[in-house]
C-alpha cells in the first residue's frame, strides 16, 4: 500500500462553499508528486471512528465532477458535530484513529469546518506531537457565521452573505408596494458574533434605505430603545424594515430567547424565536400592522445565489492546505489576508492553530453605530467584495442539478 495518501472531512454546520474547499483539497492531491490518494471520511471524525470512507480520487474523475462538486451545497462528505474528548483525560479515540491513519498510509489529513471542527484539528495536532507523529495536520476554515480568528473571512461567508442582502432587497420589494403603515423584522443567523446579519446593509442602494435598523449580537439590545427606534422611523416612512441577529441579548448578556432555548452538546445555545418576540412586542407597543420572517437554514445552502469571490476563495484554499501539507506544515489552519480594497485582492496563508482553535472574532465596535441599531460605512467597505461574481451552474428541468448525496452503506 502506498505510505502517501490523504485524509478529507467536513464537520460542522453547512455552506455553498465548503464543497468548493475539498474540490481544491481533491485537485491539489490530483496535481501532487507527494500523495497518491485521497479518502473522504464520512461524516467528519465520526468517519474515522467508524471506518466509513470513500476514496474521492476515483470518485471525482474529471474536470466536470470537480466542478460540479464545487458548486453543489452543504457537505458532500456528510457531516457531524462531535466533540473529542482531552486525549489526557481519555486517548482511545485518539489511538483508534491514528492507527486507521496508519492502516491507510495517511500522511496528511484536512478537516474542513468552523471553530468546533478546528478545535478537533487543535487536539489531533497535540496528540500528534504527544506521540512524534509526523502526519500533517491542517484545519480548513469554513462558516456562514465569519467568525473564525485570524482569517479576514471565512469560505461560505460571502455566498450567505450575497444572499441575505438579496433576501432583505427583495423584502423591500414585497413591502413597499403598501401604503399601510408596518414593521417587518428579520432574523438571521449569529448566535455570538453579527456578521450575517451586518450583510443586511448591502441591500440598500440609491432608491432602498432597508434595512432600516440592524440589531447585533455585539451590543446590549434595549427593547425600549428599539420600540422608540421604530416609532419614530414610523413617522416619516410607512413600512420600517428591521434586521436582527438571532443571538440579541440584553444589558445581562441574557439572550432574548435564552429561557426556552435549548443547548447542544458544545453548551451553545440553539437559539430562535428573537424575531417573533419583537413582533408581538411591536404589535403590543405600537399597535401596527407587523411580521416576523426568520430566514434560518436558508441562507446556508443557497447555492443559486453563490458569490465566484467565495467560491474562488474556498477552492484555492482548498489546494493551499495541500501544499502546505507538502512543504512539512502541520498544526495550522489556511487563511485569507485581505491585502487590499480596491481592488480587491487577498493572498493564501495559515497560522498556529493553537491561536485559532476555541477563539472567536466579533464585529469590531468602531464598525457599529453609536446608537447600537446599524452598522458603519467602514463594515459595508469591508463586506461588498466578498459577495461579487456570479457562478454559472448547472439546471436539469428547472432545478439546480447539484452533486447527488453520497451514498452511505
Partial sequence: MNNSNCMVAQSGGPTCAINASLAGVVSGIKNSSVYEKCYGAVNGILGILNEQY????????????????????????????????????????????????AKLGIRAFFYIGGNDSMDTVDKLSDYARKINSDIRIIGIPKTVDNDLYMTDHTPGFGSAAKYIATSLLEIAHDTFIYAVKSVTIVEIMGRDAGWLTAASALARNDYNAAPHFIYLPETAF??????????????????????????????????????????????????SGAGKALE??????????????????LQRCAAHMLSKTDIDESFSLGKHAVSLAEEGVTASMVMLERVSDSPYAVT?????IRSIANQAKMIPAEWIHEDGNDVTAEL????????????????????????????RD
Fill in 54 to 101: 470513500t476514496d474521492l480520487t476515483d470518485t471525482i474523475t474529471d474536470d466536470a465532477a470537480l466542478c460540479r462538486l464545487m458548486t453543489t451545497p452543504a457537505m458532500y462528505l456528510g457531516s457531524c458535530r462531535h466533540r473529542l474528548a482531552d486525549y489526557k483525560d481519555d486517548d482511545s479515540s485518539y489511538v483508534f484513529i491514528f492507527n486507521q491513519f
Fill in 222 to 271: 434595549c427593547k425600549e430603545q428599539f420600540l422608540h427606534d421604530v416609532k419614530e422611523k414610523l413617522k416619516t416612512v410607512d413600512n420600517v424594515i428591521v434586521a436582527v441577529s438571532e443571538g440579541i441579548r440584553d444589558e445581562n448578556q441574557e439572550y432574548i430567547t435564552a429561557s426556552s432555548a435549548a443547548v447542544d452538546q458544545f453548551g451553545h445555545k440553539q437559539l
Fill in 280 to 297: 408581538i412586542l411591536v404589535k403590543q407597543e405600537l399597535g401596527v400592522k407587523v411580521r416576523s420572517v426568520e430566514i434560518n437554514v
Fill in 348 to 352: 493564501y496563508s495559515h497560522a498556529d
Fill in 380 to 407: 459595508t467597505d469591508y463586506l461588498r467584495p466578498l459577495i461579487l461574481g456570479e457562478v454559472t451552474i448547472s439546471y436539469k428541468d428547472g432545478i439546480p442539478a447539484y452533486m447527488p448525496f453520497l451514498h
